[in-house]
């Protein structure tokens, strides 16, 4: 887990040192300018007012992530200039509300389009969301346990909450995550963590 910007980062991973690039970088459509929207606001969690949705990745970006890893899982890839794939996959939120219904994620895969199934309520109940766009660990593992194969290695470069971080540590997966906030960074470390040491709780000697 790391506190730095990605490209700083990526510029040090060899071609196709990465298995598979697992990411969910900004989509550039300020999207904590929504939460004060009147109409919305008070379904929100009121969360500190950054920047990082301001703007989406370069094209430098992508050349790089396409660069370090053999295949790539891009979130938001509906936003971006891509080249055409059969296989977007999508997480329905199986309920109608302000915000998206469901979100769609690039894929390199030449494989059939899928989507993954799980309400905003069963998400994040009883949870202390740390990233207004934070995703669950169950997307991650699903998407890990058909996308990726034992022994691959796993990239993140916009790591948000860390909810990546969690599932391949419980599925066994070598995984370099990073995060640019600070704030993000520490908050996911801890939830990491105390995860971590939770689970170790019930390792079997």
């Known amino acids: 887990m790391i506190n730095a910007d990605c490209m700083d980062v990526m510029k040090h991973i060899h071609d ?20 004060e929207n009147p109409n919305t606001g008070k379904n929100w969690k009121i969360y500190e007012k950054k920047e990082w949705d301001s703007s989406a990745p370069t094209k430098e970006y992508f050349e ?5 890893s053999k295949n790539q899982i891009i979130w938001g890839g509906n936003y971006f200039d891509l080249p055409a794939t059969p296989c977007y996959l999508a997480w329905d939120k199986m309920q109608e509300f302000s915000g998206a219904t469901f979100e769609l994620a690039w894929t390199s895969f030449k494989s059939p389009a899928k989507a993954f199934r799980m309400s905003r309520v069963e998400a994040y109940v009883g949870q ?5 766009t ?5 997307l991650y593992k699903w998407l890990l346990s058909r996308y990726a194969k034992p022994g691959d290695r796993i990239l993140d470069t916009h790591g948000g909450s860390g909810s990546i971080c969690i599932a391949c540590h419980d599925l066994g997966f070598d995984l370099t995550w990073m995060e640019l906030d600070a704030d993000y960074y520490e908050a996911a470390c801890k939830r990491y963590k105390n995860h971590a040491a939770q689970a170790s709780l019930f390792d079997p000697v």
């Not at 196709?16 to 939460?35: A, K, R």
């Not at 790089?64 to 370090?68: D, Q, S, T």
């Not at 202390?128 to 207004?132: Q, R």
């Open 64 to 68: 790089e992530l396409f660069r370090v």
């Open 128 to 132: 202390n969301k740390i990233h207004p």
């Open 134 to 138: 934070q995703k669950p660990v169950a």
């Open 16 to 35: 196709n040192e990465v298995e598979l690039s697992c990411v969910d970088p900004p989509y550039g459509i300020n999207w904590m300018e929504q939460i």
